[in-house]
């Protein structure tokens, strides 16, 4: 997380860990809630944690409420509603300055020559710190700060890679159905254009007969009629 949104949550909470009387003094119960929402391995748990631990405090409980989801747009509006979910925080994918506090926590290496190639593979992929952080952490003696670099590099360039073609098959799926939903159009407009051409036939030719006997057969009504003359009489 960047440090200028850490500063922002802990003014938050200082705030809000100092506000008792000024609560009990505007008669509104003394208490917050935070959501902390975004994709999987972001690191809302450990934000849990940091916000208790800078409050001296379990947060779940009369003062303070952190719910936590993965899938924000799928809540019910009035579970996140203001006064019950009172601040959001988002956490979102690892940055380059997130990063840099893990490879300080990880491998203790505040620079590196793989740092540039980093910065510029996170700036273009998706990751969450808690994949960064795996890559950093070393698995045997053998691996130091350079091998656990390169693993991240290599993680990083796999998943852009997934990512450019999960985005090329979901372009192609996208023209596919434009394509079909256009052909379904166009045959529905065919047919619309048949009916209305029958129907237009049908019209013109229910009233054209053969007097056959002083009666008109009519050609495609399926009945007929008798014509009288202007006496009443049977015409011929």
């Known amino acids: 997380m960047e440090t200028k949104k850490k500063e922002e949550i802990k ?21 917050r809630g935070y959501l902390l929402y975004g994709p999987p391995g972001t690191g809302k748990s450990t934000m849990i944690a940091a916000m208790a631990n800078f409050l001296n405090y379990d947060l779940v409980g009369e003062k303070g409420i952190v719910f936590t989801t993965n899938y924000v747009d799928k809540l019910d509006p009035a579970l996140i509603r203001r006064g019950r979910m009172d601040k959001r925080i988002e ?3 690892c940055c380059f300055e997130a990063f840099m506090v893990l490879a300080k926590s990880y491998l203790d290496i505040e620079s590196h020559a793989f740092f ?6 996170l700036a273009e ?7 960064v952080a795996e890559n950093l952490m070393p698995k045997s003696d053998e691996e ?5 670099l390169k693993n991240l590099i290599e993680a990083l360039k796999v998943a852009k890679e997934e990512a450019r073609k999960n985005a090329e098959e979901e372009a192609l799926l996208k023209a596919e159905e434009a394509k079909k939903k256009a052909r379904e159009e166009a045959k529905a407009e065919k047919e619309e254009d048949k009916h209305a051409k029958q129907n237009v036939k049908d019209d013109g ?32």
């Not at 130091?144 to 656990?148: I, T, V, Y």
């Not at 007929?224 to 049977?234: C, P, S």
């Open 11 to 31: 003014k938050d909470l200082k705030k809000f860990s100092e506000g008792k009387e000024y609560c009990a003094k505007i008669g509104k119960a003394w208490k």
């Open 91 to 93: 956490m979102s994918y």
């Open 116 to 121: 540039a190639e980093i910065n510029s593979l």
């Open 125 to 131: 992929t998706n990751m969450a710190s808690a994949d």
């Open 144 to 148: 130091d700060a350079d091998s656990c």
């Open 205 to 236: 030719t229910s009233d054209i007969g053969v007097k056959q006997n002083g009666f008109v057969n009519k050609a495609g009504g399926g009945g007929e009629y008798l014509i009288l003359n202007a006496n009443g009489e049977m015409g011929n």
